[in-house]
């Protein structure tokens, strides 16, 4: 069983007070009328924590998150880096198609088939385009897996 109270605390120069059991007239009468807090508040029953109210739940963001609007306003702001594939003479071409596939996350077979492709005919390839910090991650995990790579800004954007 629920039950709603509904009134008017009045602001005074000693803070809030409540009206008086009983009281017939409103509490926020007078110069200062203007000062009252109309509120509500819901009572619950026996069963449901023994007739206390409810204190309000305000909502706030999380401090220090941001939303999901900003990080990708941040992401489209910061410069663009290129991943690049070096030729080399020691690692096999399928070896080299499974490691682009396994560190660049969406990569396809068909394009990785084309990227170590590029960089054996003409000694260098575009991995991907991508953020500074990513474009660190990925070629770090490519050197890692014995991979020649490097990375350089990108001109014009991704």
Do not use: W
Request: hydrophobic content about 35%; glycine content about 12%; charged content about 20%.
């Amino acid at each position: 069983m629920e039950s709603a109270i509904r009134g008017r605390f009045a602001l005074s120069p000693n803070g809030i007070f409540n009206p008086k059991p009983g009281d017939r007239y409103s509490v926020c009468r007078g110069t200062h009328s203007n000062l009252c807090i109309p509120t509500a508040a819901i009572a619950t029953g026996p069963g449901k924590g023994g007739g206390l109210l409810e204190k309000p739940v305000i909502e706030k963001g999380t401090p220090g998150r941001e939303s999901e609007f900003d990080l990708r306003k941040l992401r489209k702001s910061a410069p663009p880096y290129r991943v690049m594939l070096h030729n080399d003479n020691f690692n096999k071409r399928e070896y080299v198609v499974q490691v682009l596939m396994k560190v660049i996350p969406g990569m396809t077979i068909d394009n990785a088939v084309n990227i170590m492709q590029e960089a054996h005919c003409n000694g260098l390839s575009v991995v991907i385009i991508c953020s500074q910090a990513d474009a660190e991650e990925h070629c770090m995990q490519l050197r890692g897996n014995g991979l020649l790579s490097s990375i350089e800004p990108a001109g014009g954007g991704c």
